[in-house]
């Protein structure tokens, strides 16, 4: 059973972009090693509705570490729009694969200047995973990653930053995960 005190992803989908800010700033960091080879239900949580018709408001993050390797990776998996609480279908491609894109690595934060003065323990960097060049906006995402309950992995939060050069620009965007369980399928890494 939960704690009362636990922010739940109800709670985070009733808050304003400067409340979500204040847990981001919290930056209670993630458990590499609890994450590898789980997926999460990602919930944007802060663009317009329309923006979410057009693209989609729930979709998949992964994290998956492979054998002998430090690094723990993942991708985004497009999914059909059945509602936060329904059933989590991905989409396919042709081939009967789930349509993937937006590699990542979680890479350390430390002596990173993140804008707004950000000081946590990992982020998602997109522009080392290996992604196409027309796989853009995520060739440019930079995005600070924790934990919202300290401790806890089973609900984290992400804000989106593009890092262009030597510019990091701050989106008012940000982005739930929720737990779902073991990770059912690995994807290879790109080929760039």
Known sequence: MSSPDLLTLADLLKLDNAQLHRIVARAHPLDLDAIAGRQYQGVDLSLPPIVNKILWKTFRKTFHRDPGSPVVRGWNVRM???????????????????????????CSAAGIAFPRGWKG????????????PLDWPANAGF???VAVNEGSMELL????????????????????????????????????
Do not use: S
Request: contains cysteine; glycine residues 12%; neutral net charge.
């Open 80 to 106: 059909e729009q059945r509602g936060i609480d329904g059933e989590r279908v991905p989409m396919r491609g042709r081939d009967g694969k789930p349509i993937t894109f937006g590699h990542y690595h979680v």
């Open 121 to 132: 323990a990992h982020y998602l960097d997109y522009r080392v995973a290996g992604n196409k």
């Open 143 to 145: 995005c600070p990653l």
């Open 157 to 192: 939060l992400g804000w989106e930053i593009f890092k262009i050069g030597p510019l990091a620009v701050p989106l008012p965007d940000y982005w739930a995960l929720r737990l779902e369980g073991p990770l059912e399928e690995v994807v290879p890494r790109p080929c760039p």
